[in-house]
């Protein structure tokens, strides 16, 4: 196949067409490799066969984009080696723009483009051709791919990013300082011709600005640009392509810069010289003027600080900048006097915070001003000789007594007289009283200490002249105290007072307390009251440290007996006159635990420390009563579900019921009662129910009977006892309808050498002290204070 042209539009692309047919008829040129159609021998030669030998040489394909001729542009001509040019071969092409954008004339193998391409928006074709024979539709050459590429044309302007740009340089910069780079982009091909080739340039910002013409970047062309004289500039930039020649397409932006502020200007006061009046009634602390330092300059590179640097206005104003105005505020530091000093004279200063030290040559950048303070003569109201007074008077004074005295005075020239008086807001009591004259305060009715100990009031005082001006100042009065209260025992609550409690052992130590005020300290002392006679049950000792010890007298206390004790106590203080005071205190008896480190009653004890109030207790107790009444009633539900002995009327059998008791030896009392045996005349008289506790008396009764040496055992037939009491139990009608056995067994009288029970021993007191029983616990504490009781003739059986 071969491949041509048949025109050119320019003398380039007359070269390029003849580089191509070069280039085809090179290809064009038959291998000298055998072909499948040839066979080489070995003589060197090559046997030929019969299939033909064909061409199919194909190369790239070139179309100019934005074609606007009225007719299709040709793009090329395919042609095979088997094309003899009867029109025997048809050409057909497929693939990308195949029938739409490209067609191929079926006979020549000349192909047009029927649309105008753009580049920027395809830039190549991929296309396959195929030689097919007309009549046999079978393929002469196989389908082979070539590429249509789509030329270039300068058809796009150079472009900028969105626009307009802001920028910023500092003010005062130098030539060449780079601001901003800018960049614009070329959608032609940048790899043919000078499409895509941008150079830049200023078309607007001259002379201040410049901008490199390969890349972009504006720089300041013009020194000492002052931001004070000219803040923004404008400057145009223009990219061209084609490498800027005549005939390039081109596009511009705009960049808007900002000079930005830099320290260059120091602060100037508008004038030299200033005045200001200022009345002497002004307040220390408040603003009394203003004054202000011009600087060109913007935020902190404006910032000034004012200073006074004079002594005589130093010492009576001061200055302080206001960050948003800028200026010098003047307050007062000290009260004015027109009659001590009627002007001021100020140096004030105003100087930069932020100094750049380049532009150190233009100088120091501060400048000073003179301010002339006139004091203004004001009608002031009486001054008092001190600010606060502090007085005292002792309490219960007389009424009409002198606490003390103010003193004011009018400040200004004429001297108008005072006249003085309490705040009427104050003092509703009205303790004191003033004398509008000569400021004297009195008392208007005796002073407790213990009631208010210092009383803060407030005297006014006024010009006679002028009453609408009025002065104030704060009158303290302290109380001093009187020895006018007696002492009491500082007891809050009851004493707790232990049943073990021994001879000398020390109950409470109690101290005393007094309203009264005492500089060197309060001192008591204490003692029983004289009058009563002695107390049989406690002594007080005064430990001369304002204290006392409460001792016993006597051993143990039994709160059954007499639970609360009642102890007077006279104390007298150390004043001058000495007083004295009587307080009863109250001892309640009570168990205490081991040792009795636990002075509490343990009841209460118990109470406390459970934490529970009365009707928690109750509900406790209602419902501990209401299970007991339940166990109860299942007892005797269960008691009368019991089967009957005899099962039926029929079934009657003979029965022997043994019982087996030992008993306990002396300490059973209960199990079987001897005396029955010992006399049977007496146990008759001393039938009692055995599940009835008797009382005392029964008791003791009983011990003097075991003891009473009239029953006499020699006396006594036990055979006709035992005699008597099988016939009572052959006519009990009670007992069960069957035998039962009752055996009684008598031992005899006892030993010889007596009995060495204690309860047929004479009762002797004994003087043993069981006290060393306390150690073991509260059950031999008991045990001991029983031991007790009896050994001392507290026992029911010696009464």
Known sequence: MRISTTSCLCPFLVCLCFIQRCSSVSHHTPAKVPTKNQTKLANGETEVHHRPKRGWIWNQFFVLEEHTGPDPQYVGKLHSNSDKGDGSVRYILDGEGAGSIFIIDEVTGDIHATKSLDREKKSHYVLHAQALDRYTEEALEPKSEFIIKVQDINDNAPKFPDGPFVATVPEMSEVGTSVLQVTASDADDPTYGNSARIVYSILQGQPYFSVDPKTGIIRTALADMDREAREHYTVVIQAKDMAGQVGGLSGSTTINITLTDINDNPPKFPQKNYQLYVPESAQVGKPVGKIKANDDDLGINADIKYSIINSEGANTFSISADRDTKEGIISLKKPLNYERKKSYTLHIEGMNTHADPRFSYLGSFKDTATLKITVGDVDEGPVFSIDHYIMDVYENAPRGTEVGAVTARDPDSRNSPVRYFLDSKEDDERYFRIDEITGVIRTTKPLDREDITWHNITVMASEVDNPSLLSHVPVTVQVLDVNDNPPEVAADEEIILCESSRP???????????????????????????????????????????????????????????????????????????????????????????????????????????????????????????????VVLFITLRRSKKEPLIISEEDIRENVVTYDDEGGGEEDTEAFDIIALRNPAAAEELKFRRDIRPEARQHCGLLRSRRSPSVDLDDVDVQEFIKQRQVDADLDTSVPPYDSLQTYAYEGQGSPTGSISPLDSPGTQSEQDYNFLDEYGPDFQRLAELYGHITEGDSPCRR
Do not use: M
Request: aromatic share 6%.
């Open 504 to 630: 000398g052992q020390v109950i409470q130590t109690v101290t005393a307390v007094d309203k009264d005020d005492f500089a060197n300290g309060q001192r008591f002392a204490f003692a029983l009251p004289s009058q009563l006679p002695v107390n049989p049950n406690f002594t007080l000792k005064d430990n001369e440290d304002s204290t006392a010890s409460i001792i016993a007298r006597r051993r143990r206390f039994n709160h059954l007996t007499q639970e609360l004790y009642e102890l007077p106590i006279v104390v007298w203080d150390g004043g001058e006159p000495s007083l004295s005071g009587t307080s009863t205190l109250t001892l309640r008896v009570c168990p205490c635990q081991r040792h009795g480190r636990i002075r509490a009653c343990q009841g209460e004890a118990f109470l406390s420390s459970a934490g529970l109030s009365t009707g928690a207790l109750i509900a406790i107790l209602l419902c501990i009563i209401i299970l007991l009444a339940i």
